[in-house]
């Protein structure tokens, strides 16, 4: 399996909604991603997790809360968020060798939020 | 701090053309260079990675070649077809203890019949 799988594809929720979205691995991949790409741009890292710990946050709002249940899954839980977050947020794994930009990441499909 | 400049920033060209999109980064410290494609509204699809030790990659139609002294990267797409429309992205992963990739901006390609 070289997949990274994301669900849900599609989510429209409410500014006080509490929604979360789910990424899955069977690569034996160590490190996870979160990715945000907000419309006509590149994605910007938004988290790394790697052996289940969160190693990197680039400053990303209390409103988005990252979970690594277990080494397959990475969650992003979201919470009072504000249109602006409509965006399309994009997994990644990669294996954890040092150093790590040496790593190779492998993208999901993505899940497309939007928030009224 | 490392950027990435993609040009152009779209093309349209007729099918059967062959064509270069080009990338460019500040900081020659990478550890290797990616290539995307993304259609749209949807995910990422790697076409080719380049390591830092590597001047090129092949893969089919496209090739992909690294310049790290001069921060240059092009993609070659030969005999372009109209499937070929979508948005390419080069990402660069720099030297530092992160997985941070950095995106260019994209060039939009679309192929005409």
């Known amino acids: 399996d070289t997949e990274v799988t994301q669900t849900p594809k599609h989510l429209v929720m409410g500014m006080t909604n509490k929604k979360s979205l789910k990424c899955e691995q069977h690569?034996?991949?160590?490190?996870m991603y979160w990715y945000k790409q907000k419309a006509k741009k590149p994605p910007e890292l938004m988290f790394v997790y790697s052996y289940e710990k969160l190693s990197i946050n680039e400053s990303v709002p209390s409103r988005f809360s990252p979970e690594c249940p277990n080494s397959s899954l990475l969650n992003l839980h979201l919470h009072a968020l504000q249109p602006e977050d409509s965006a399309l947020y994009l997994c990644a794994s990669s294996q954890d060798r040092q150093p790590w930009g040496a790593n190779v990441l492998t993208f999901g499909a993505g899940s497309r939020l939007t928030v009224l | 701090k490392q950027e990435v400049t993609q040009i152009p920033a779209a093309l349209s060209v007729p099918e059967g053309e062959n064509l270069v999109l080009n990338c460019s980064f500040t900081d020659s410290a990478i550890y290797n260079l990616q290539w995307f494609r993304q259609d749209p509204g949807k995910g990422l699809t790697s076409l080719l990675l380049?390591?830092?030790?590597?001047r090129e990659q092949t893969s089919g139609r496209l090739n992909a070649s690294l310049d790290k002294s001069s921060g240059r990267s092009t993609l070659y797409i030969a005999a372009s077809q109209p499937g070929d429309s979508a948005t390419y992205l080069c990402?660069?992963?720099?030297?530092?203890?992160?997985?941070?990739?950095?995106f260019g901006q994209g060039t939009t390609l679309q192929v005409k019949p």
């Open positions: 990402a660069v992963s720099s030297s530092g203890n992160t997985g941070k990739l950095i």
């Open positions: 380049i390591q830092s030790s590597q």
């Open positions: 690569m034996g991949h160590r490190a």
